[in-house]
């Protein structure tokens, strides 16, 4: 009974009030470390975003300049075609001809077989440049899969820490650091070209 009487009511209250500012401290401290964790992953998101929209860009203009090429590769085939089977038919038609017409033909078939041989390299050369801009495209969508690698985390990892401000559970802002930090070593990857692409999720990404 004396030892209860010991207790003054003021000191409780007191160390109740400074238990309560502590607690308050704490969430202050966890929200503004939230809302600079936010505005980072922005900031970085925004970078990540315009280097993608170049990179989609290239894309594109890869692929555009493949069927590009592919088209004239067809439309020279045909030209090579149409000269291979004139060529035929004037060393056929020379074969029965005077000698006095042998020279006309001859002209005629050494212009076809140069042209058909112009048409062959020229369609060789623009099959490689096909080629050429597949392997580009095929390199810019490898870098374009780790911006969207990158982008998906990094939204996980947003809501993460939208939940934590709202809850004030500190253990779900270190949980969100996990998204956080792939989500920024693929952002890095694809804006310094490093050759991570984990082929799994970008696949469930796809």
């Not at 090429?69 to 030209?79: D, T, V």
């Not at 020279?103 to 112009?118: D, M, T």
């Not at 780790?146 to 993460?160: G, K």
């Not at 650091?177 to 490093?194: D, H, K, N, R």
């Amino acid at each position: 009974m004396i030892a209860n009487m010991d207790i003054n009511p003021l000191d409780t209250i007191e160390t109740a009030d400074d238990g309560q500012s502590s607690g308050e401290r704490k969430i202050a401290r966890l929200n503004i470390l939230v809302a600079i964790t936010v505005a980072l992953l922005a900031t970085f998101m925004g970078i990540c975003k315009v280097k993608d929209d170049n990179i989609v860009q290239a894309m594109q203009q890869s692929q555009a300049n493949k069927l590009d090429h592919w088209a004239f590769y067809q439309a020279r085939n045909i030209r090579e075609e149409v000269a291979r089977s004139t060529l035929l038919q004037l060393r056929l038609a020379a074969a029965s001809q005077p000698a006095a017409r042998q020279a006309a033909y001859r002209e005629a078939i050494q212009n076809y077989e140069k042209l058909a041989a112009e048409q062959s390299r020229k369609k060789e050369e623009l099959r490689l440049q096909a080629d050429q801009d597949q392997k580009d495209y095929d390199a810019a969508n490898f870098r374009d899969d780790q911006f969207d690698l990158s982008d998906a985390l990094l939204a996980i990892a947003i809501a993460l820490l939208a939940v934590t401000a709202l809850t004030h559970q500190r253990w779900l802002y270190w949980a969100a650091l996990v998204p956080t930090g792939f989500g920024v070593l693929m952002g890095l990857a694809g804006l310094l070209g490093w050759g991570i692409h984990p082929e799994t999720l970008v696949r469930l990404l796809s």
